[in-house]
T-cell receptor, first 117, second 112 residues
């Protein structure tokens, strides 16, 4: 199957600083990538849909000025958490969608654990 | 047995038993369903999928059943192994839209 990587796998930052998380599709091109947030013992919540070359589409309740998404190439999408606060501490997971004969398939990255102190 | 925790229901089974994990979905227009396995600290891993024109699909040791009448999806794992211990999520999608909606998840604990 297709491989999606994320970097870093974990990061600790101080309150008020910004953190960038990278999501890469390693062996395929992805015109569409998704960013999810997951709190402990909870499900994945979609934050935004990232389309290569255009603005991201944010889900209701997600602040687009706080969670900046850039999908500059077909293999890279970045999520920047600006002015991070402790409540932004979470597990952030990206995924990439790949067209297939059965419609499309969605592959997930390994996640990035963000801790804001 | 099955218990409901603060956020995540848990299913505890013995190694070698068959496990059944259930999921109720909300959108009657959903036409594509996927089961994912998520181990601690990792991203979701695809297990099996099914389209709405089917009611059963089998993989290796896993079977997904779909009942559209009551909007219910189940994942059956045969001969459960300790390595199957993880959180299992169902996800649904309406083909017109690009996004998956995830269910709440069930934690499967397999004891040797």
């Amino acid at each position: 199957g297709a491989v999606v990587s994320q970097h870093p796998s974990w990061v600790i930052c101080k309150s008020g600083t910004s953190v960038k998380i990278e999501c890469r599709s390693l062996d395929f091109q992805a015109t569409t990538m998704f960013w999810y947030r997951q709190f402990p013992k909870q499900s994945l919540m979609l934050m935004a849909t990232s389309n290569e070359g255009s603005k991201a589409t944010y889900e209701q309740g997600v602040e687009k000025d706080k969670f900046l998404i850039n999908h500059a190439s077909l293999t890279l999408s970045t999520l920047t958490v600006t002015s991070a606060h402790p409540e932004d501490s979470s597990f952030y997971i990206c995924s990439a969608r790949v067209p297939s004969g059965r419609g499309y398939e969605q592959y997930f990255g390994p996640g990035t654990r963000l801790t804001v102190t | 047995g099955e218990s409901v925790g603060l956020h995540l229901p848990t299913l505890s089974v013995q190694e070698g038993d068959n496990s059944i994990i259930n999921c109720a979905y909300s959108n009657s227009a959903s036409d594509y369903f996927i089961w994912y396995k998520q181990e601690s600290g990792k991203g979701p891993q695809f297990i099996i999928d099914i389209r709405s024109n089917m009611d059963k699909r089998q993989g290796q040791r896993v079977t997904v059943l779909l009942n559209k009448t009551v909007k219910h999806l189940s994942l059956q794992i045969a001969a459960t192994q300790p390595g199957d211990s993880a959180v299992y999520f169902c996800a649904e999608n309406e083909r017109r839209y690009s996004t998956l909606t995830f269910g709440k998840g069930t934690m499967l604990l397999v004891s040797p």
